[in-house]
Nanobody
Framework: QVQLVESGGGLVQAGGSLRLSCAAS????????MGWYRKAPGKQRELVAGVTRGGITNYADSVKGRFTISRDIATNMVYLQMNSLKPEDTAVYYC?????????????WGQGTQVTVSS
């Protein structure tokens, strides 16, 4: 059973930084892609940043230039460095992993970590 555990959330002032961590229970190289999603009150969950097995990254337009996703394959960790935080970045952030098994993509989710940015 895949387990993803996030950490690093908290309260920060606008303009500040936080680094989120996601610890996977197994090799992250087993996943086709991993990423960070967020869910703000009254809004739909959205993809913030993703990285493929091959190392290709993608970002939501709203975070480009401010957030950086990275991974450490040796320790099965995925990170989200968030700089120049804005109040609109306030949300619960979730780590996600996707594993292709045959023709079926199986998603896995962490429990989420709260990020609150004060103005």
């Amino acid at each position: 059973q895949v387990q993803l555990v996030e950490s690093g959330g908290g309260l920060v002032q606008a303009g500040g930084s936080l680094r989120l961590s996601c610890a996977a229970s197994g090799s992250i190289f087993a996943f086709n892609a991993m990423g960070w999603y967020r869910k703000a009150p009254g809004k739909q969950r959205e993809l913030v940043a993703g990285v493929t097995r091959g190392g290709i990254t993608n970002y939501a337009d709203s975070v480009k230039g401010r957030f950086t996703i990275s991974r450490d394959i040796a320790t099965n960790m995925v990170y989200l460095q968030m700089n120049s935080l804005k109040p609109e970045d306030t949300a619960v952030y979730y780590c996600n992993a996707q594993q292709l098994q045959g023709a079926v993509v199986s998603p896995y989710w962490g429990q989420g970590t709260q990020v609150t940015v004060s103005s």
